[in-house]
Protein backbone atom coordinates (compact mmCIF):
# COMPACT_ATOMS: atom_id res chain seq x y z
CA UNK A 1 0.00 0.00 0.00
CA UNK A 2 1.57 3.01 -0.88
CA UNK A 3 0.37 6.93 0.26
CA UNK A 4 1.76 10.30 1.50
CA UNK A 5 3.86 9.37 4.50
CA UNK A 6 1.94 10.87 7.50
CA UNK A 7 -1.15 9.30 6.32
CA UNK A 8 0.38 5.94 6.36
CA UNK A 9 1.82 6.97 9.70
CA UNK A 10 -1.89 7.08 11.36
CA UNK A 11 -3.29 3.93 9.98
CA UNK A 12 -4.52 1.32 12.17
CA UNK A 13 -3.41 -1.84 11.15
CA UNK A 14 -6.23 -3.76 12.48
CA UNK A 15 -8.78 -1.27 11.22
CA UNK A 16 -6.85 -2.19 7.51
CA UNK A 17 -7.27 -5.77 8.35
CA UNK A 18 -10.97 -5.20 8.54
CA UNK A 19 -11.55 -3.75 5.61
CA UNK A 20 -9.50 -5.45 2.67
CA UNK A 21 -11.87 -8.43 1.29
CA UNK A 22 -10.71 -10.74 -0.63
CA UNK A 23 -12.21 -13.56 -3.00
CA UNK A 24 -11.06 -16.20 -5.82
CA UNK A 25 -13.33 -16.40 -8.64
CA UNK A 26 -14.73 -19.60 -9.48
CA UNK A 27 -17.38 -19.21 -12.01
CA UNK A 28 -14.72 -20.21 -15.13
CA UNK A 29 -12.77 -22.90 -12.61
CA UNK A 30 -11.64 -26.26 -14.19
CA UNK A 31 -11.75 -29.67 -12.69
CA UNK A 32 -8.02 -30.76 -11.50
CA UNK A 33 -5.56 -28.63 -9.66
CA UNK A 34 -5.54 -24.98 -11.16
CA UNK A 35 -3.88 -22.05 -9.96
CA UNK A 36 -6.40 -18.66 -9.48
CA UNK A 37 -5.56 -14.82 -9.11
CA UNK A 38 -7.03 -14.02 -5.56
CA UNK A 39 -8.94 -10.60 -5.90
CA UNK A 40 -9.71 -8.10 -3.51
CA UNK A 41 -11.11 -4.85 -2.92
CA UNK A 42 -10.84 -2.16 -0.06
CA UNK A 43 -13.23 -0.08 1.67
CA UNK A 44 -14.11 3.37 0.15
CA UNK A 45 -11.99 5.43 3.00
CA UNK A 46 -9.01 3.20 2.15
CA UNK A 47 -9.46 3.50 -1.74
CA UNK A 48 -7.02 6.83 -1.70
CA UNK A 49 -4.20 4.82 -1.17
CA UNK A 50 -2.43 2.72 -3.90
CA UNK A 51 -2.72 -0.87 -3.54
CA UNK A 52 -0.21 -3.50 -4.92
CA UNK A 53 -1.69 -6.89 -5.20
CA UNK A 54 -0.39 -9.62 -7.03
CA UNK A 55 -1.61 -12.79 -4.78
CA UNK A 56 -2.85 -16.43 -6.38
CA UNK A 57 -3.88 -19.29 -4.76
CA UNK A 58 -3.64 -23.13 -5.51
CA UNK A 59 -7.35 -25.20 -5.55
CA UNK A 60 -8.08 -28.71 -6.28
CA UNK A 61 -11.32 -29.20 -7.86
CA UNK A 62 -13.71 -32.07 -9.52
CA UNK A 63 -17.05 -32.56 -11.39
CA UNK A 64 -20.22 -32.43 -9.42
CA UNK A 65 -22.38 -35.42 -10.36
CA UNK A 66 -25.63 -35.90 -10.22
CA UNK A 67 -27.36 -39.36 -9.63
CA UNK A 68 -30.73 -40.23 -8.66
CA UNK A 69 -31.26 -43.27 -6.03
CA UNK A 70 -34.25 -45.28 -4.80
CA UNK A 71 -35.19 -44.43 -0.67
CA UNK A 72 -35.48 -46.95 1.18
CA UNK A 73 -36.70 -47.27 4.86
CA UNK A 74 -35.83 -48.29 7.89
CA UNK A 75 -37.67 -49.13 11.00
CA UNK A 76 -36.70 -48.49 14.56
CA UNK A 77 -38.65 -49.31 17.60
CA UNK A 78 -42.11 -51.31 17.68
CA UNK A 79 -45.58 -50.08 16.93
CA UNK A 80 -48.20 -49.29 19.34
CA UNK A 81 -49.26 -51.91 21.35
CA UNK A 82 -52.01 -53.50 19.44
CA UNK A 83 -50.68 -52.67 15.79
CA UNK A 84 -48.79 -54.25 13.39
CA UNK A 85 -46.47 -53.03 10.85
CA UNK A 86 -47.02 -53.97 7.26
CA UNK A 87 -45.33 -51.56 5.13
CA UNK A 88 -44.55 -47.89 4.49
CA UNK A 89 -45.05 -46.07 0.73
CA UNK A 90 -42.17 -43.07 0.23
CA UNK A 91 -43.06 -40.10 -1.83
CA UNK A 92 -41.05 -39.23 -3.69
CA UNK A 93 -39.24 -42.73 -4.25
CA UNK A 94 -36.37 -41.40 -5.70
CA UNK A 95 -34.28 -38.54 -4.90
CA UNK A 96 -31.31 -37.13 -6.48
CA UNK A 97 -27.76 -37.38 -5.19
CA UNK A 98 -25.77 -34.14 -5.64
CA UNK A 99 -22.05 -33.92 -4.47
CA UNK A 100 -18.47 -34.05 -5.35
CA UNK A 101 -17.87 -36.58 -8.38
CA UNK A 102 -15.33 -38.66 -5.57
CA UNK A 103 -17.87 -38.91 -2.63
CA UNK A 104 -21.25 -39.38 -4.83
CA UNK A 105 -19.38 -42.58 -6.12
CA UNK A 106 -18.81 -43.78 -2.35
CA UNK A 107 -22.79 -43.68 -1.56
CA UNK A 108 -23.73 -46.71 -0.57
CA UNK A 109 -27.50 -46.39 1.15
CA UNK A 110 -30.08 -43.87 0.61
CA UNK A 111 -32.39 -43.84 3.26
CA UNK A 112 -34.89 -42.76 6.14
CA UNK A 113 -34.80 -43.65 9.46
CA UNK A 114 -39.09 -44.71 10.19
CA UNK A 115 -39.85 -44.34 14.29
CA UNK A 116 -42.75 -47.26 14.71
CA UNK A 117 -42.98 -45.60 17.81
CA UNK A 118 -44.36 -42.21 16.26
CA UNK A 119 -45.75 -43.98 13.20
CA UNK A 120 -50.03 -43.82 12.84
CA UNK A 121 -51.42 -45.86 9.88
CA UNK A 122 -51.82 -43.92 6.71
CA UNK A 123 -50.21 -40.24 8.62
CA UNK A 124 -47.77 -38.85 6.66
CA UNK A 125 -44.76 -38.06 8.24
CA UNK A 126 -41.85 -35.68 6.46
CA UNK A 127 -38.24 -37.61 7.33
CA UNK A 128 -34.88 -36.24 6.43
CA UNK A 129 -32.77 -38.53 3.95
CA UNK A 130 -30.22 -39.74 5.17
CA UNK A 131 -26.48 -40.71 2.75
CA UNK A 132 -24.25 -43.38 3.93
CA UNK A 133 -21.61 -45.21 2.95
CA UNK A 134 -20.60 -49.01 2.67
CA UNK A 135 -20.00 -48.90 6.32
CA UNK A 136 -23.20 -47.10 7.14
CA UNK A 137 -21.77 -43.80 7.61
CA UNK A 138 -22.67 -40.45 6.57
CA UNK A 139 -21.06 -39.13 3.63
CA UNK A 140 -20.30 -35.16 3.75
CA UNK A 141 -20.05 -33.07 0.81
CA UNK A 142 -23.11 -34.36 -0.86
CA UNK A 143 -27.01 -33.74 -0.75
CA UNK A 144 -29.92 -35.06 -1.81
CA UNK A 145 -33.09 -33.10 -3.21
CA UNK A 146 -35.33 -32.72 -1.88
CA UNK A 147 -33.76 -33.31 1.92
CA UNK A 148 -36.82 -34.35 3.36
CA UNK A 149 -39.18 -37.17 2.05
CA UNK A 150 -42.62 -38.06 2.84
CA UNK A 151 -43.68 -41.31 4.58
CA UNK A 152 -46.42 -42.83 4.99
CA UNK A 153 -46.57 -46.28 7.08
CA UNK A 154 -49.20 -49.07 6.95
CA UNK A 155 -50.46 -50.62 10.35
CA UNK A 156 -52.81 -53.51 11.06
CA UNK A 157 -54.12 -54.81 14.03
CA UNK A 158 -51.63 -56.93 16.04
CA UNK A 159 -52.02 -60.85 15.01
CA UNK A 160 -52.12 -62.62 18.12
CA UNK A 161 -49.03 -65.21 18.83
CA UNK A 162 -47.45 -67.55 20.67
CA UNK A 163 -44.24 -69.37 21.42
CA UNK A 164 -44.11 -73.13 20.83
CA UNK A 165 -41.50 -75.94 20.70
CA UNK A 166 -40.36 -77.37 17.70
CA UNK A 167 -40.31 -81.22 17.44
CA UNK A 168 -38.48 -82.71 14.72
CA UNK A 169 -40.07 -86.05 13.06
CA UNK A 170 -37.49 -89.25 12.06
CA UNK A 171 -38.49 -91.86 9.61
CA UNK A 172 -36.04 -94.86 9.47
CA UNK A 173 -33.20 -96.60 10.85
CA UNK A 174 -29.71 -95.95 10.18
CA UNK A 175 -27.32 -98.02 8.44
CA UNK A 176 -27.27 -102.10 10.37
CA UNK A 177 -24.38 -101.83 13.04
CA UNK A 178 -24.94 -97.43 13.83
CA UNK A 179 -27.39 -95.56 16.02
CA UNK A 180 -28.84 -92.18 16.82
CA UNK A 181 -26.48 -90.42 19.88
CA UNK A 182 -28.61 -87.37 19.97
CA UNK A 183 -30.13 -84.57 18.33
CA UNK A 184 -31.20 -81.02 18.12
CA UNK A 185 -32.41 -78.90 16.18
CA UNK A 186 -32.19 -74.87 15.93
CA UNK A 187 -34.04 -72.83 16.48
CA UNK A 188 -36.05 -75.00 19.06
CA UNK A 189 -38.14 -72.42 19.88
CA UNK A 190 -40.49 -70.56 16.93
CA UNK A 191 -43.23 -67.92 17.15
CA UNK A 192 -46.22 -68.64 15.57
CA UNK A 193 -49.10 -65.94 14.89
CA UNK A 194 -52.49 -66.84 13.71
CA UNK A 195 -56.31 -67.90 15.25
CA UNK A 196 -56.48 -67.15 19.06
CA UNK A 197 -58.09 -70.63 19.51
CA UNK A 198 -55.85 -72.63 17.67
CA UNK A 199 -52.76 -70.69 19.51
CA UNK A 200 -54.29 -72.04 22.78
CA UNK A 201 -54.32 -75.63 22.24
CA UNK A 202 -50.87 -75.60 19.90
CA UNK A 203 -47.56 -76.43 22.53
CA UNK A 204 -45.14 -78.00 19.84
CA UNK A 205 -45.28 -77.83 15.96
CA UNK A 206 -43.18 -80.35 13.87
CA UNK A 207 -41.09 -80.90 11.56
CA UNK A 208 -40.60 -82.63 7.57
CA UNK A 209 -39.65 -85.68 8.17
CA UNK A 210 -36.23 -86.22 8.27
CA UNK A 211 -34.75 -89.72 6.50
CA UNK A 212 -32.88 -91.86 8.83
CA UNK A 213 -32.11 -94.77 6.47
CA UNK A 214 -28.73 -95.87 5.83
CA UNK A 215 -26.85 -93.30 7.53
CA UNK A 216 -23.58 -94.05 9.49
CA UNK A 217 -22.02 -90.52 10.12
CA UNK A 218 -23.12 -87.63 11.96
CA UNK A 219 -25.59 -85.08 9.08
CA UNK A 220 -27.43 -81.80 9.28
CA UNK A 221 -30.39 -81.53 7.40
CA UNK A 222 -32.71 -78.26 6.71
CA UNK A 223 -36.30 -78.77 7.75
CA UNK A 224 -39.59 -77.10 7.41
CA UNK A 225 -42.41 -76.27 9.97
CA UNK A 226 -45.94 -78.54 9.13
CA UNK A 227 -48.00 -75.65 10.46
CA UNK A 228 -52.08 -76.42 11.04
CA UNK A 229 -54.15 -74.43 8.73
CA UNK A 230 -54.75 -71.17 10.13
CA UNK A 231 -50.86 -70.73 12.03
CA UNK A 232 -48.08 -69.10 10.23
CA UNK A 233 -44.53 -68.25 11.06
CA UNK A 234 -44.01 -64.51 13.03
CA UNK A 235 -41.15 -64.15 10.80
CA UNK A 236 -39.37 -66.34 8.03
CA UNK A 237 -37.17 -68.66 9.77
CA UNK A 238 -34.67 -71.12 8.96
CA UNK A 239 -34.56 -75.00 10.62
CA UNK A 240 -31.95 -77.13 11.15
CA UNK A 241 -31.35 -80.62 12.32
CA UNK A 242 -27.85 -82.36 13.77
CA UNK A 243 -27.91 -85.61 14.01
CA UNK A 244 -25.27 -87.41 16.01
CA UNK A 245 -24.95 -90.79 14.75
CA UNK A 246 -22.14 -93.48 16.00
CA UNK A 247 -21.43 -97.15 15.60
CA UNK A 248 -23.05 -99.27 17.75
CA UNK A 249 -20.78 -100.48 21.28
CA UNK A 250 -19.57 -104.04 20.87
CA UNK A 251 -21.61 -106.78 22.74
CA UNK A 252 -20.04 -108.39 25.48
CA UNK A 253 -19.73 -112.05 25.12
CA UNK A 254 -18.55 -114.66 28.08
CA UNK A 255 -16.51 -117.27 27.32
CA UNK A 256 -17.93 -120.67 27.74
CA UNK A 257 -18.04 -122.09 31.11
CA UNK A 258 -17.88 -118.58 33.04
CA UNK A 259 -19.74 -118.12 36.17
Do not use: C
Not at 96 to 115: F, Y
Not at 137 to 151: D, E, N
Not at 170 to 180: A, L, N, S
Request: net charge neutral.
Amino acid sequence: MKGLAEELTDLDDAKIQKSVFTWVDLAEGQAGVVSYPVKFRVAPEFSRFEWEWDRRVTIETEPVLRLERAVSVLTTGSPQEGADYNNASVTPSTVEIIGPESQVQRVHTVRILLDLKRAQSGVELDVPVEILDSSDRPIQGVAASPAKVVVKPVLSPATPWREVFVAPKFIGIPKQGFRVVSYDIRPDIVELQGDRKLLRTQGTVSTTPVELDGLSSPVQREVRLVLPIGLKLKKPTRFFVRILIEAEPPIETKPTGAP
